[in-house]
């Protein structure tokens, strides 16, 4: 409900906002040109692929023979320069990226944890696994990983 404070400040703001729209608008423009300057973009039919490979590997119950075949299939994608890059061809691509740290991670962790089951590996092992895995994909797509200990707190 708009009262009487709220409808003055939209019709000052409206008229501030037709003004500068009067004045024109510059054309949105791509980030960057796609004109052979951005490798390694995923085309936007790979997505359903990936999504296929991410909900029978890395579902909620895993295995290690789970992961490895998502892994793999994550792997094979590949990526082409998209003349016109569009919004679908970015949105595949950033999946892509995270679905490949989030399945290395997994495959990694040999334990189950939280809501990180594994099949094979049905106990939690704090002796091992009470860490926390910090990933990023270097410049060459590949996923490096960095193993943090987690500090023991009392009662926990």
């Not at 400040?9 to 510059?26: N, Y």
């Not at 973009?41 to 579902?59: F, I, K």
């Not at 061809?89 to 991670?105: G, Y």
């Not at 990180?116 to 060459?140: A, I, M, T």
Request: net charge negative; glycine share 8%; aromatic share 4%.
């Amino acid at each position: 409900r708009l009262a009487s404070n709220s409808l003055l400040e939209g019709l000052v703001f409206a008229e501030r906002i037709g003004a500068v729209l009067a004045d024109g608008v510059a054309a949105p423009r791509d980030p960057v040109s796609a004109r052979g300057e951005v490798p390694g973009l995923l085309p936007p039919n790979a997505r359903l692929t990936l999504q296929r490979a991410m909900t029978e590997g890395v579902g909620v119950l895993r295995s290690g023979d789970s992961l490895a075949t998502a892994l793999a299939v994550l792997d094979s994608l590949t990526a082409g320069i998209d003349d016109d890059p569009c919004t679908d061809t970015w949105e595949t691509t950033n999946l892509h990226a995270v679905a490949s740290v989030l399945a290395a991670n997994a495959a990694a962790r040999h334990e189950t944890r939280g809501s990180h089951w594994r099949e094979d590996y049905p106990d939690r092992d704090d002796s091992r696994w009470r860490v926390r895995l910090s990933s990023r994909l270097d410049d060459s797509g590949v996923v490096v990983t960095v193993r943090e200990p987690v500090l023991a707190q009392e009662g926990v």
